[in-house]
């Protein structure tokens, strides 16, 4: 199985902070990979699909960059709803893996 | 617009077996590249793939987990099955169903999940 690895696996930030997550494969994916968003009580969103487009309906300060084995997930500027957990999700072969969460929690 | 919606039984017995159905509208499962995929979330760990059914009747288990699990799927019903055998207290977790395209290989739309807890 491909390992997908996280860092950090938690972030204190504060409004309007600008916030990068890693994203590091345990071998090449190409582009396929994914970043999504859980909050409590709703729905898990996709963000990000293949390293860097952007899904349908996400705010522009949402950008995902990489390719190979290692992917960033950034967000410019924190707005109060963007803090959550995120994960990463590699599509490149069965069986889909995703990395361990970053807890991005309010400074 | 697509919604998925996760139903199925909120407390099982160890040894029990578990069927969770995923019900779904704004797309069939019967056209080209369309897939629904579940997902697991224990209390306070990752996220955990299980299983995918693609348009097909192409089915993906996870490995871990293949001898315990079978999905099916009723395009007419608009609903995918998830069965999970000889269920476990580490096996308590949230359950998602997700939509997803072979040439994607992510799931982009996702139902609000459903807490399973294992416990005799």
């Known amino acids: 199985d491909i390992q997908m690895t996280q860092s950090p696996s938690s972030v204190s930030a504060s409004v309007g902070d600008r916030v990068t997550i890693t994203c590091r494969a345990s071998q090449v994916i190409s582009s396929r990979l994914a970043w999504c968003q859980l909050r409590p009580g709703k729905a898990p969103k996709l963000l990000i699909y293949t390293a860097s487009r952007l899904q349908s309906g996400v705010p522009s300060r949402f950008s995902g960059s990489g390719s190979g084995t290692d992917f960033t997930l950034t967000i410019s500027s924190l707005h109060p709803e963007d803090f959550a957990t995120y994960y990463c999700q590699q599509g490149y072969t069965f069986p889909y893996t995703f990395g361990q969460g970053t807890k991005l929690e309010i400074k | 617009q697509i919604t998925l919606k996760e139903s199925g039984p909120t407390l099982v017995k160890p040894t029990q077996t578990l069927t969770l159905t995923c019900t779904f509208s704004g797309f069939s499962l019967s056209t080209n590249d369309v897939g629904v995929g579940w997902i697991r979330q224990p209390p306070g760990k990752a996220l955990e793939w299980l299983a995918l059914i693609y348009w097909d009747d192409d089915k993906r288990y996870s490995p871990s987990l293949k001898s315990r699990l079978t999905i099916t799927k009723d395009t007419s019903k608009n609903q995918v099955v998830l069965t999970m055998t000889n269920m476990d207290p580490a096996d308590t977790a949230t359950y998602y169903c997700?939509?997803?395209?072979?040439?994607?290989?992510?799931?982009?739309?996702w139902g609000q999940g459903t807490l399973v807890t294992v416990s005799s």
């Open positions: 997700a939509h997803s395209l072979y040439s994607d290989s992510n799931f982009d739309f």
